[in-house]
C-alpha cells in the first residue's frame, strides 16, 4: 500500500500528513494553560516549567536540522514514524513523572521526535502541490498546526483541570494510533509537483538529486532563503509570548474573584477563541497565490503587510476592558458555555473577540507566503533542511520570548498590579513583528532572481536527463547547481 498511490491512497495520505501536523502542534499547546497546576505538583515556580517549554522549543528546532537533512538525502517516511513514536512516548513519560527534572527530561524526548514531525513532512507536503496552489494548500498545512495548538490548549485547560496528567496521557495514545495510520501512507516522489519535472517523470525519470554539505553555501547564495530564516527570530519572540495567553486571561478571571479551577478553564476557553482568526490564514494563502500570479514579490509583499499592520490590534487588545461573566461552581460545562455565550452578551468580551480576529487573521498571513516561498525559490531536494534552518530560527526566537516573558512578567508586577503586568508584557512582545514585516519586505526585492534560478536549475535537469533513468546512486545537487 506504501507505493500505489492511487486517487484514494492519495486522499488518505494527504489527511494522515494534515492530522500529524495537528498533533505535534498540540503537543505544543499542551503545557501552557498546565503551568500552575504542574508547577505546584512539583513544588516549583511557573518560571520554571515556562522553561521547559522554552527549552523543548529550542531542542526542537535544534533536531529538525539534523531530521531534515537526514530526509533530503534518503526515504523520508521511516523517519517520520520513529519521530512520532519519540514525541508519544515523551508525552507518555511526562504523565509519569514523578519530579520536575523527570519531568524536564521527558519534554525533551518529545521536543526531539516534534522535530521530525515538522521539518521531514513539509519537505514531503511540498513534493505534493503545485506552485500555483502552494499558498492555499500551505494555508491548509498551517492551519491544522495553528488548530492543533488550539486543541492542545482546549485538552489541557479542560480535561487537565483536574489532573494535570490525563492530557498527557490522551495524546500519547492518538500519537501511536497516527503512526499507525502513517505506515500505510503514500510513498510521494521527491519533485513530483514540479512542473519542470513533470514530463521527464512522466516518461520515467527519476529526481535522485540529493543534499550534501557542499550545496549548504548554495542555499545562502539564495539572498531570499537569509531572510526567510532570519523573520522567525523576530517573529517568533512575538508569537511565543502568545503561549501566555491563557495565563493572562486565568489572572483576569482570579482578579475578578473566580476560583483558580474556573480561572484555569476560563483562561483556556478565552485564549483558545481569541486565537480563532488564525483560521484565515487560507485568506492569506489565497492572496498570495493570487498576488504571485502577478509578481514574483507577490507572497513576500502579502506576509509583509499582514504583519506590520496586526500589531496596533494586538496593543489595544491587551488593554482593552474585559469583563467575566460565568458561573462560579457551574462546573466545567457550564463555565465553558458561559464564556462561549459572553461573546455575543458581554460587549467587551465581543470587541475583544473581533480585535483579536482580525490580529490573528493578519499575521496568518506569515505562515502560508512562508511555506510557499520556501518551496518556490529552492530544489526539492533543499526544501527540508531550509525548512529546518528557519524553524531553527523559529525555536530560537520562540525560547527567547518564552524564556523572556515570564522575567518580564515579574519585573513589571512591582510596577503593575496582576494582571496589567501580564498586559503591559505582552504588549510590549508584539513590537518584535516590527523588524519581521521588514525582513519580508527585504525578501519581496530579492525572491524574484531567486525564483528565476530555481526554474532554469530544474528545466535543465529535466532536459539532461535520460528516459527512463537508470537505477544508480543518487546524484549530489551540486553536481548541476
Do not use: C
Not at 365 to 373: E, H, I, K, Y
Not at 422 to 445: D, E
Amino acid at each position: 500500500m506504501g507505493t500505489t498511490g492511487g486517487r484514494g491512497h492519495r486522499i488518505y495520505s494527504v489527511a494522515v500528513f494534515i492530522i500529524l501536523a495537528s498533533l505535534d502542534n498540540v503537543a505544543v499547546g499542551l503545557v501552557p494553560p498546565l503551568y500552575g497546576s504542574i508547577a505546584r505538583s512539583f513544588d516549583v515556580g511557573q518560571g520554571l516549567i515556562g522553561t521547559v517549554t522554552a527549552t523543548s522549543f529550542l531542542v526542537s528546532a535544534v533536531a529538525s536540522v539534523a531530521w531534515a537533512y537526514t530526509g533530503d538525502r534518503g526515504n523520508r517516511k521511516p523517519l517520520l514514524m520513529i519521530g512520532t513514536v519519540l514525541w508519544a512516548a515523551g508525552m507518555t513519560l511526562s504523565a509519569l513523572a514523578g519530579s520536575y527534572l523527570v519531568f524536564f527530561a521527558a519534554q525533551l524526548v518529545a521536543a526531539v521526535g516534534l522535530g521530525a514531525v515538522g521539518s521531514v513532512g513539509f519537505s514531503v507536503v511540498s513534493d505534493l502541490i503545485k506552485p500555483r496552489r502552494r499558498g492555499l494548500v500551505m494555508s491548509l498545512w498551517g492551519l491544522s498546526q495553528g488548530a492543533g495548538t488550539l486543541a492542545g490548549t482546549l485538552l489541557g485547560g479542560i480535561v487537565g483541570a483536574a489532573d494535570w496528567r490525563r492530557p498527557f496521557y490522551v495524546l500519547s495514545v492518538v500519537g501511536l494510533a497516527a503512526t499507525v495510520a502513517y505506515f500505510f501512507t503514500y510513498d510521494i516522489r521527491r519533485g513530483q509537483s514540479d512542473p519542470e519535472l513533470a514530463r521527464a517523470m512522466a516518461r520515467g525519470y527519476e529526481y535522485d538529486y540529493r543534499i550534501s554539505r557542499r550545496n549548504l553555501p548554495l542555499i545562502a547564495e539564495r539572498r531570499t532563503n537569509i531572510w526567510l530564516i532570519l523573520q522567525g527570530l523576530t517573529a517568533q519572540v512575538a508569537f511565543g509570548s502568545l503561549v501566555w495567553l491563557p495565563v493572562l486571561f486565568r489572572e483576569r478571571a482570579i482578579d475578578q474573584g473566580y476560583s483558580e479551577s474556573t480561572a484555569i478553564v476560563v483562561g483556556s476557553i478565552f485564549a483558545t477563541m481569541f486565537q480563532l482568526g488564525g483560521v484565515l490564514s487560507i485568506v492569506g494563502g489565497l492572496l498570495g497565490d493570487r498576488l504571485q500570479r502577478r509578481t514574483p514579490r507577490g507572497r513576500a509583499l502579502v506576509a509583509a503587510v499582514g504583519i506590520l499592520a496586526a500589531v496596533p490590534f494586538y496593543l489595544i487588545l491587551f488593554f482593552a476592558p474585559f469583563r467575566i461573566d460565568v458561573p462560579q461552581d457551574g462546573g466545567t460545562g457550564g463555565v465553558v458555555g458561559a464564556a462561549l455565550a459572553s461573546v455575543f452578551t458581554e460587549p467587551s468580551v465581543g470587541a475583544s473577540f473581533l480585535l483579536a480576529i482580525v490580529a490573528l487573521a493578519l499575521t496568518s498571513a506569515n505562515s502560508p507566503n512562508w511555506f510557499a516561498l520556501i518551496a518556490d525559490i529552492n530544489p526539492p531536494e533543499y526544501r527540508g533542511t531550509v525548512y529546518s534552518l528557519g524553524n531553527l530560527t523559529n525555536g530560537v526566537g520562540r525560547a527567547v520570548g518564552n524564556g523572556l516573558i515570564p522575567v518580564a512578567f515579574a519585573a513589571l508586577a512591582g510596577a503593575y498590579p496582576s494582571p496589567l503586568n501580564y498586559s503591559v508584557g505582552l504588549a510590549a512582545f508584539q513590537l518584535f513583528f516590527v523588524p519581521t514585516g521588514i525582513m519580508y519586505w527585504l525578501a519581496s526585492r530579492t525572491s524574484p532572481r531567486d525564483i528565476a534560478a530555481t526554474h532554469h536549475l530544474l528545466e535543465q535537469r529535466a532536459g539532461s536527463s535520460p528516459a527512463p533513468s537508470t537505477p544508480g546512486a543518487p546524484r549530489d545537487s551540486t553536481q548541476s547547481s
